[in-house]
């Protein structure tokens, strides 16, 4: 079925906002199902021009947050972005993925992309409207199904522009992170659902999730099979347990549309931009994507990385923290988000045009400090340039959890403290996990959102205990902060915990939190504790994804944590702040304790932690050349 008037293969005028013609076409992929899709063009019949493709499982007549402001419009609607575009000379297509919108098959999430967007490259090449140029864009899964096509060599692919996504490895970014899995895609599933084709089509069962509270099931975790409020649609339910049961590094993860770092030297040797920011999940495969092709192939690859939330590169904002006027990519990068897409396809399809740098990252910090009219805190920031990402002025640091709670520079002696044992101990119990406070959240809502918050709970955080006190008070949050900073401190880059740590159970997690602290004012008189970063590592994947072992209860072992980049200036008189717990919840699950699947384990075990310090627990940071404490 196709959702306007007018049957397929007829030009038909585009309604406003749009100007132009469109035409909806039916793609035919090896597996004989049909994939639907619109045409925009200057005129009908048109001549031979560059393509630029759009796949998405959200429709593709609907206007979507992260298309940014446009003219009067945020969103704006898909015909006035194709109508820029078609007059920028491109023709586009915008294609609904297989069993989503209008498009025929079943969905199943990121698994179909590669055969079928290879197959919609290739099939637009050979039309007498594309003059053999199929350059790609798209946001979020829009990103996926490119490095998904990508995976498979697609040879008359001509450019991709990646916005947050595209899976260098969705163990890694995006489904999981650190071993544990990202509740995201259950909140993601469950909205999708909703909006599917089957549930559209049957009140039943559309009547049957409306009655299901999704807050209400997240505080029943875990799910099982036939017992979650995603069994009313079991196609979905399914890929989710899937996802969710393959708790190893294996066959699964190394499929087509998941795993493009098992195929990069596959790659189409064109030009590539990856985006992200700060407090989006898939900051570190935007990294690797840009990393890895800028090395493999001839053409150039570029990396943007912004302080926005997932796609939101038209606010100069994100959560409770303001970023001023610079933050936006809009009037900054460009005059939109569109004249930015754009100008990039003409600098690297048009050999006359100039190229852009490299990196272009945006270092938060160094604003007033004080609340705004919108009720946020002002922190600043501005956008730098680079050649490489970390910055090439930038150089590692480390930095020593002590039991004092101190954060320093300098080792201490194990032991030098005569009352200190040399560790910390805390009680991890899976029924009062530490509440998620914003952070490299999407799709999250209604249990939760991303951003930069101060680390207090508030009415608007999803939380067992619902507790208000700030996380520094909890008893299984363990903080450590440097002394007020004498000068100005940039970091820009990765953040990596190397902890040495114990457990007395046969599984456990460690977080780690890096934190600004803005010290008292008259706007904030208790501070404010701003999240930059955070990362997790599930212990019985220490060693290996592929192979876990349990621990054995009271062993010391040395485990690595690491948080996706971040930049940030420490102005003078902040402190810089890691915490470190055993739970993020509801971002991703909670740890039992058990050590066993995290899908049909009933048990939940208090697990007893140890965090080694006095000198044998570290933090490295990037710090720029020239700042320092």
Not at 159 to 179: I, K, P
Not at 243 to 260: D, M, V
Not at 328 to 343: K, S
Request: glycine share 10%; proline share 8%.
């Amino acid at each position: 079925m196709v959702d306007s008037p007018g049957g397929h293969d007829v030009w038909q005028r585009v309604p406003e906002p749009g100007s132009g013609w469109r035409r909806v076409i039916s793609v035919p992929v090896r597996d004989g199902v049909e994939l639907v899709a619109d045409v925009y063009a200057a005129e009908p019949d048109p001549a031979p021009r560059p393509v630029l493709l759009e796949r998405t499982p959200y429709g593709r007549r609907r206007a979507r947050g992260s298309d940014g402001a446009f003219e009067s419009w945020n969103p704006p609607p898909p015909e006035a972005v194709c109508r820029r575009f078609v007059e920028r000379g491109y023709h586009v297509v915008r294609q609904d993925c297989r069993g989503r919108g209008d498009s025929g098959g079943a969905f199943v999430k990121y698994l179909n992309e590669a055969e079928d967007g290879y197959d919609t490259v290739e099939w637009i090449a050979a039309q007498s409207w594309c003059d053999g140029q199929v350059a790609t864009m798209g946001v979020s899964y829009a990103a996926h199904v490119q490095t998904a096509l990508a995976s498979l060599g697609t040879p008359h692919l001509s450019a991709m522009f990646l916005d947050s996504g595209g899976f260098a490895s969705a163990y890694e970014t995006g489904v999981r992170l650190g071993g544990a899995f990202e509740l995201k895609q259950a909140t993601w599933a469950f909205a999708r659902a909703r909006t599917s084709a089957e549930t559209l089509a049957d009140p039943v069962r559309a009547a049957a999730l409306d009655a299901e509270s999704i807050e209400e099931w997240f505080r029943q975790l875990p799910w099982r099979r036939g017992h979650s409020p995603l069994r009313h649609a079991p196609e979905y339910e399914g890929y989710l347990f899937e996802q969710w049961e393959h708790g190893r590094f294996g066959p699964y993860w190394q499929q087509l549309g998941i795993y493009g770092r098992g195929h990069f030297d596959r790659f189409p040797d064109v030009p590539s931009l990856h985006i992200s920011s700060w407090y989006d999940p898939y900051i570190q495969t935007a990294v690797e994507n840009f990393r890895e092709l800028g090395a493999r192939k001839t053409s150039p690859a570029y990396l943007v990385l912004g302080p926005w939330t997932h796609g939101k590169r038209s606010f100069s904002y994100a959560g409770d923290v303001d970023f001023g006027p610079e933050a936006t990519l809009d009037g900054n990068l460009a005059p939109d988000y569109v004249e930015f897409r754009a100008d990039w396809f003409d600098s690297q399809l048009n050999p006359t045009a100039s190229n852009p740098p490299a990196v272009r990252y945006f270092r938060m910090g160094g604003g007033s400090g004080k609340r705004n009219a919108d009720g946020r805190l002002d922190h600043g920031g501005r956008w730098l340039s680079s050649s490489t990402w970390p910055p090439e002025s930038s150089y590692t640091s480390r930095f020593f959890l002590n039991a004092d709670g101190s954060l320093t520079s300098e080792r201490r002696a194990v032991g030098e403290s005569p009352e200190s044992p040399g560790f910390l101990e805390y009680d991890h119990d899976p029924r009062d996990p530490v509440p998620t406070i914003g952070g490299q959240v999407t799709s999250g809502e209604p249990v939760m959102v991303g951003g930069a918050f101060d680390q207090r709970p508030d009415h608007r955080t999803f939380s067992l205990s619902r507790s208000r006190l700030p996380l520094a008070s909890r008893p299984d949050v363990l903080t450590f902060e440097t002394e007020p900073l004498e000068k100005d401190v940039v970091v820009a880059g990765p953040v990596v915990a190397r902890l040495t740590v114990s457990s007395s159970a046969a599984d456990t997690d460690f977080t780690v939190k890096l934190i600004d602290v803005h010290p008292p004012s008259a706007d904030y008189p208790a501070g404010f504790a701003m999240n930059l970063t955070d990362g997790i590592l599930r212990c019985r994947y220490r060693d290996s994804f592929e192979t876990p072992s349990p621990l054995e209860p009271g062993r010391i072992y040395d485990v690595t944590v690491e948080a996706p980049g971040t930049a940030n200036l420490f102005a003078r008189g902040h402190r810089i702040r890691v915490d470190i717990s055993s739970s993020n919840f509801p971002r991703f699950d909670v740890n039992s304790g058990t050590g066993e699947p995290e899908t049909t384990d009933r048990r939940q075990v208090i697990a007893t932690n140890r965090v080694f310090v006095d000198g044998r627990s570290t933090i490295t940071l990037h710090l720029v050349a020239g700042e320092q404490i």
